[in-house]
C-alpha cells in the first residue's frame, strides 16, 4: 500500500481529505529533518504544527507503515525509505544540465568561464563548461583528461578525499607531470598545497595549466557511492583576477557547489 493509500483511509476514517493530510505529512516530515536522530512523539509534533493530537498520530502511522518513518518507543523518526526516494530523485537528476542552469545565474561567474569535472585516478575528465563574456585559451575541452595535481579542479578534487585514499592514489608515484614552471613536480608539495585547499576551502592554479591563466576550484561531493567526486572552476586571465573581483568569484563557486 502507498503512502497515498494509506492517507485516503484517513479520510474516510477521520474525516480529513487528501490534499491537508499530504500537507501535514509533508510538515512532519520538515520538522524531523529539523531534529536531525531526534525522534519526537505525536503531542509534540502536534505543539510545534499547531494541529491536532490525533491527526498527527494517524499520518505518523500511516508513514511509519511504508518506512518514511519509523516507530522509535511512543515517537516517530526519519525512516529509511526517504534515503531511496533521494537516492533515486538524484540518480534521475541531469548534473550537467543544472551545472548550466546554474552558471547563468552566477553574478561574477557567469563572466567568465566556469567548468565541471569528475576525478578518476589521478586525472580529471572535464563534463561541461560554461563560456563567458570573456574568452579564454584553455586545454581542457568537454572531455578532455588532465592531470589532478595542477589543475583547480583536480586539486579541489583531491583534498577532498579522505587520507586512506589520497595515499592510495598517490602510492608510488615519484614524479608528476608539469605543464608549466609553476607546476607541482612531486608529492611533497603537492601534499602541502592540498592541506592549504582543506583550511582554506578552495583551490588555486595559479598558471600552473597555461601561463597567465588562474583557475579557482571547489569540490563537489558525487551523488552516488564510488561516484566522483566532483569538481567546479572558475578560469580566467590571471590580470583580471583582482583583489576585489577574486572573493566574488570563490562566493559565486560555493554557490554553484550548492
Known amino acids: 500500500m502507498t503512502v497515498a493509500d494509506e492517507l485516503v483511509g484517513l479520510d474516510a476514517s477521520g474525516g480529513e481529505s487528501l490534499a491537508p493530510a499530504v500537507t501535514r505529512a509533508a510538515a512532519i516530515l520538515d520538522v524531523l529533518s529539523e531534529n536531525g536522530a ?31 518513518l519509523r516507530r522509535v518507543g511512543t515517537g516517530f523518526a526519519l525512516g529509511r525509505r526517504l534515503a531511496e526516494l533521494g537516492g533515486a530523485y538524484l540518480t534521475a537528476v541531469d548534473m550537467v544540465q543544472e551545472f548550466y542552469d546554474a552558471c547563468r545565474l552566477l553574478p561574477t561567474g557567469s563572466e567568465e568561464t566556469v567548468q565541471l569535472a569528475v576525478l578518476d585516478g589521478l586525472e580529471m575528465t572535464y563534463l561541461a563548461r560554461h563560456d563567458g563574456q570573456q574568452p579564454v585559451r584553455l586545454s581542457s575541452q568537454i572531455g578532455r583528461r588532465l592531470p ?21 592514489r598517490l602510492a608510488g608515484v615519484t614524479v608528476l607531470p608539469a605543464a608549466t614552471p609553476k607546476a607541482h613536480r612531486n608529492v611533497v608539495t603537492l601534499l602541502a598545497d592540498l592541506e592549504t585547499v582543506r583550511s582554506r576551502g578552495y583551490s588555486f592554479d595559479d598558471e600552473e ?38 572573493p566574488a568569484l570563490i562566493a559565486d563557486l560555493r554557490t554553484l557547489a550548492e
Not at 41 to 53: I, N
Not at 151 to 161: C, D, N, P, Q
Open 209 to 246: 595549466t597555461i601561463e597567465g591563466v588562474v583557475c579557482f576550484g571547489i569540490a563537489v561531493a558525487g551523488r552516488q557511492p564510488g561516484e566522483g567526486p566532483h569538481a567546479a572552476s572558475i578560469t580566467l586571465l590571471k590580470a583580471r583576477a583582482t583583489d576585489d573581483r577574486v
Open 148 to 168: 589532478a595535481t595542477s589543475t583547480a579542479t583536480g586539486k579541489a578534487a583531491l583534498a577532498s578525499l579522505e587520507p586512506r585514499e589520497l595515499e592510495r
Open 38 to 68: 531526534l525522534a519526537l512523539g505525536p503531542s509534540e509534533l502536534a505543539r510545534r504544527l499547531g494541529l491536532p493530537k490525533s491527526s498527527i498520530a494517524n499520518i505518523c502511522g500511516a508513514l511509519a507503515d511504508v518506512g518514511l
